[in-house]
Antibody, heavy 121, light 106 residues
């Protein structure tokens, strides 16, 4: 059974940093791109970042470029999102989502339960 | 920048057909997928590559994509289908989501 499970969410002050993790199981992790998608309270889905199966290609939304870094450790079957210079408008539930192939973001067939990140003083 | 536009809300009576649209410039040239999200839950993929259904998704869900518009159709809508629906596409190394449509079954 495919599972992705986020961790690392919490409360952080504006300007602070946080690292999210996503542990994957039930599929060949290194063969699939992974993404982070967030959802602010009461709002729609917003894609944040994606990484190819090998980790050689990374993609970012303009809203996080230069502040967030996506990475993966295929030996640990874990995806990461390092978030720096956090702002109040980064407050959201952050979902980890499995892509459709090695470097495919046409759809996400499995999603985690989400990790809440709150940026507030 | 490329945008996907959805109506904020759609209403349908039980047993009737609901259609949710997603529009974007030459959207028919891209693959579109659809997610269903119920309150407090993670999104669930209901249609991918314009018209394919993942295993476990009921046959009443179907999709199409042509020209500038993709459409999610729910035939014989049930109360359990009440949810938010999002379209998604990939363009210029960016994942795009529509703003979401709240489907009300009443």
């Amino acid at each position: 059974e495919v599972q992705v499970l986020e961790s690392g969410g919490g409360l952080v002050q504006p300007g602070g940093s946080l690292r999210l993790s996503c542990a994957a199981s039930g599929f060949t992790f290194s063969s699939y791109a992974m993404s982070w998608v967030r959802q602010a309270p009461g709002k729609g889905l917003e894609w944040v970042s994606a990484i190819s199966g090998s980790g050689g290609s990374t993609y970012y939304a303009d809203s996080v470029k230069g502040r967030f870094t996506i990475s993966r450790d295929n030996s640990k079957k874990t995806l990461y999102l390092q978030m720096n210079s956090l702002r109040a408008d980064d407050t959201a539930v952050y979902y980890c989502a499995k892509g459709c192939g090695d470097d495919c973001q046409n759809y996400f067939d499995y999603w985690g339960q989400g990790a809440l990140v709150t940026v507030s003083s | 920048s490329y945008e996907l536009t959805q109506p904020p809300s759609v209403s349908v009576s039980p047993g009737q057909t609901a259609s949710i649209t997603c529009s974007g410039d030459k959207l028919g040239d891209k693959y579109v997928c659809w997610y269903q999200q119920k309150p407090g839950q993670s999104p669930v993929l209901v249609i991918y590559q314009d018209s394919k259904r993942p295993s476990g998704i009921p046959e009443r869900f179907s999709g199409s994509n042509s020209g500038n518009t993709a459409t999610l159709t729910i035939s014989g809508t049930q109360a359990m289908d009440e949810a938010d629906y999002y379209c998604q596409a990939w363009d210029s190394s960016t994942v795009l989501f529509g703003g979401g449509t709240k489907l009300t079954v009443l």
